[in-house]
């Protein structure tokens, strides 16, 4: 589904990819692991055209797209939820949701879709003319997923959806990734810190240090190599 072939991406002067290739196919889960400004944002943010490559490419269903643009990538389907969330406080959680379903013309569609979310996250629906920014942590997340998804995506782009949250709360939203993937076809690319967690939903990761690839295997395989466990299982 997604191609990522040598790509390397600067900030100015400063080259944050070195050489980054990958792959994600249709129906999987695919997280990236790494530690602090290793390049997983960057290569997340290179992929959905906010940081575009400077050599190098990427092929969406065969497809360059590593020179359309941001505005152009998300009406392919490829959609992202940032770190940090990132959702409109002043908002409503329903204006919000719409606010995902912005570039859809299909009105009765989109009231299901919300209609469903709600259904899917009872305290959303709750919730639903209260603000955005009066949420807690784990909400804000569900209602950033939410809001991606009202995009119909078939690519979910992740950034460290765990971040900030208490570890029961990060597990619901594990769960919520992995039934997203199973239940509605979406693919995911899940750029986590937590790699332990990731791995866990993931088919297969990949491993960032210092802005490249150093390991690729399938996510069980990840789990119990010792590379991994020492440096970010903490085991
Ligand atoms: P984290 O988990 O902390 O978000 P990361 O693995 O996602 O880290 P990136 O945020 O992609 O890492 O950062 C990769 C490198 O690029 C780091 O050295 C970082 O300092 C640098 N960098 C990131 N954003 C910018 C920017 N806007 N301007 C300059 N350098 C940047």
């Not at 990958?22 to 990236?32: K, Q």
């Not at 939410?146 to 990060?170: K, W």
Request: a neutral charge; one cysteine or more.
């Amino acid at each position: 589904m997604l191609e990522v072939r040598g790509i390397q991406t600067f900030y100015g002067n400063i080259q944050a990819l070195k050489s980054v290739s990958l792959s994600i196919r249709e129906g999987e889960i695919v997280t990236l692991i790494g530690a602090n400004g290793a390049g997983k944002s960057t290569t997340l943010m290179s992929i959905c055209g906010v940081t575009p490559p400077r050599h190098g490419e990427i092929l969406f269903r065969g497809q360059p797209i590593h020179r359309l643009g941001a505005e152009k990538i998300v009406t392919l389907g490829i959609c992202q939820v940032p770190e940090g969330r990132h959702i409109f406080p002043q908002m409503s959680v329903l204006e919000n949701l719409e606010m995902g379903a912005y570039l859809r013309q299909d009105k009765a569609a989109i009231k299901a879709d919300v209609d469903e979310v709600f259904e899917r996250f009872p305290i959303l629906g709750k919730r639903r003319q209260q603000a955005g920014g009066t949420l807690s942590g784990g909400e804000q997340q569900m209602l950033a997923i939410s809001r991606a998804l009202l995009a119909r995506p078939t690519l979910l782009l992740l950034d460290e959806p765990s971040l900030g949250l208490a570890p029961l709360i990060i597990k619901q939203i594990f769960e919520i990734i992995r039934k997203i993937n199973a239940e509605s076809n979406t693919t995911v690319f899940l750029v986590e810190q937590n790699a332990n967690q990731a791995l866990k939903i993931a088919h297969r990761g990949y491993v960032m240090e210092n802005g490249a690839i150093t390991l690729e295997d399938r996510a069980d395989n990840l789990l119990s190599n010792e590379e991994v466990k020492k440096a970010y299982l903490g085991i």
